[in-house]
């Protein structure tokens, strides 16, 4: 029920809701430790040793939200967060259905299915923390979630000073702002591409859209704001800092508009029109000449870009090589001695158009960037749509340039950041339900109205 809905039931006379009660505090907190202990998996020394795996703790929550109903017996609740079930699965849907036909049609792009199992199977698991999160936590969600991970930062922090001293890993953190980005020792083992990129989006979500009514809720906005940016620092990727703040003027810009949901869905509509420039430019290496001119160091993207030229068509025609088809590519380039390293591709835009095909990545793009924000404005509100499409923005810029896309915490952060938000409309409604009048506003308003009448006759 939107916040239009709501109140017009309220004047048609419906019944509220009953106050939900509070989630258990057993449940909160093992939701709370199973996301510290998955978080903790993108530790290298874990991450190295179980790759991947860690990160399945997570479907912890199932458990959790299962103690919460016994407790509670919600059912309606539980419910409504499962309806958001079907709106995040579509993309999901999308990578199945074009990469199988794909893989029907050509069998020679089958050998990526075990890898976009495994991939799909990850989507699949954020998902479910997702939703179940949202129902244990409701609009605390985001704030749960962003003190787990500063809890696990800190944890990966204090885990590798030993190796370095304390001397040393000062010198690199200061090394590697001073230089921007040359991460050496210690910075080189914080290099938690994931939650770093996490942090960007907490940082767009405390300084534009937090709660700020209460003084609970500002100073839960001035920590959010503060070590978003300490971690960001710390965990520094060169394009985090200057998307934050194109975002932040953006948003600041469409909050001066009357009425900003169409310019929201003109940007959306932009934005997939542009990654088919950004791919011809890619493909023509234009943008490659253009960025070095401007003296960026590539750090090999330059090379990572050209290699797939041969291997798809730059056409509305290109079918596409399948989920992960990229990755065997890059194995075979590896093994051909072509790339020191099985290196990603680092542009998560092409990658997604030579796997997906230009149908397929066509259907990727209008599903985030028209149909998801439309979806949120009109399944909630607008704030909830700019606020999805805030994070989406900044997430752009990695794709551009990075693998995000697919990152386990970055898509739950692109999910659960705006799901949570929109759970503050039935909130605040249920604040604005009618109460009765006590006798004294009572007696007041029938000597206004009675005043009123006199006047009227008196004239």
């Known amino acids: 029920m939107t916040q239009s809905e709501f109140r017009q039931s309220v004047a048609e006379g419906g019944k509220p809701q009953e106050q939900r009660k509070p989630c258990p505090t057993i449940a909160a907190f093992l939701a709370i430790a199973c996301t510290v ?20 703790v997570v479907l912890g929550t199932i458990v959790c939200a299962f103690i919460c109903l016994l407790v509670v017996a919600d059912f309606a609740n539980i419910k409504k967060a499962v309806r958001y079930f079907p709106i995040f699965l579509i993309p999901i849907a999308v990578y199945v259905l074009v990469s199988m036909y794909i893989w029907i049609t050509d069998l020679s792009n089958a050998t990526s299915i075990t890898r976009a199992g495994e991939k799909v199977l990850y989507q699949l698991i954020a998902i479910v923390y997702t939703v179940f999160m949202c129902y244990l936590l409701e609009d605390r969600a ?51 591409h994931d939650i770093t990129f996490l ?12 709660p700020k009514s ?24 060169r394009a985090i800092l200057p998307a934050v703040l194109l975002v932040c003027v953006y948003v600041k810009l469409l909050r001066a ?3 900003p949901r169409k310019l929201i869905i003109a940007t959306g509509i932009v934005l ?70 099985a290196y990603p591709l680092h542009n998560d835009i092409l990658k997604i158009f030579i796997e997906l095909g230009a149908m397929g990545f066509t259907l990727w793009a209008g599903i985030h960037y028209v149909l998801y924000p439309s979806y949120w404005m009109r399944r909630h509100d ?55 009048p006590t006798p004294e506003e009572a007696a007041d308003e029938i000597w206004r109205i009675e005043t009123e009448e006199r006047c009227e006759h008196a004239e």
Do not use: H
Request: proline share 2%; net charge neutral.
């Open 257 to 259: 508009i009357k009425n």
């Open 199 to 210: 942090f960007g989006q907490f940082f767009i979500f405390y300084a534009m859209f937090a």
């Open 382 to 436: 607008t704030e909830t749509g700019l606020l999805y499409l805030a994070v989406l923005c900044y997430m752009t810029v990695t794709y551009l340039t990075d693998n995000t896309a697919f990152y386990f915490w970055s898509s739950i952060g692109l999910r659960l950041i705006p799901m949570s938000f929109s759970y503050r409309i039935i909130k605040d409604a249920k604040q604005e339900w009618w109460k009765a």
């Open 37 to 56: 202990l998955a978080g903790l998996g993108d530790w290298k020394v874990l991450n190295n040793a179980y790759g991947g795996l860690p990160k399945a």
């Open 214 to 237: 209460s003084a609970s809720e500002k100073r839960t906005r001035c920590w959010g704001i503060a070590l978003s940016l300490f971690f960001i620092l710390l965990g520094l990727k």
């Open 272 to 341: 997939v029109l542009f990654f088919y420039l950004y791919l011809y430019l890619t493909r023509s290496g234009i943008l490659i000449s253009f960025l070095e001119s401007l003296g960026i160091n590539m750090m090999g993207r330059d090379l990572l870009w050209s290699l797939p030229n041969d291997y798809y068509e730059f056409s509305p025609f290109w079918k596409g090589l399948g989920f992960e088809g990229v990755t065997d590519l890059v194995n075979r380039w590896y093994q051909e001695g072509l790339i020191s390293r």
């Open 142 to 192: 985001v704030n749960y979630l962003f003190f787990s991970m500063c809890a696990v930062n800190t944890a990966i922090i204090l885990l590798e000073l030993p190796n370095y001293g304390l001397r040393e890993s000062i010198a690199s953190v200061i090394r590697c702002l001073v230089t921007f980005g040359e991460a050496e020792g210690f910075m080189r083992a914080l290099e938690i």
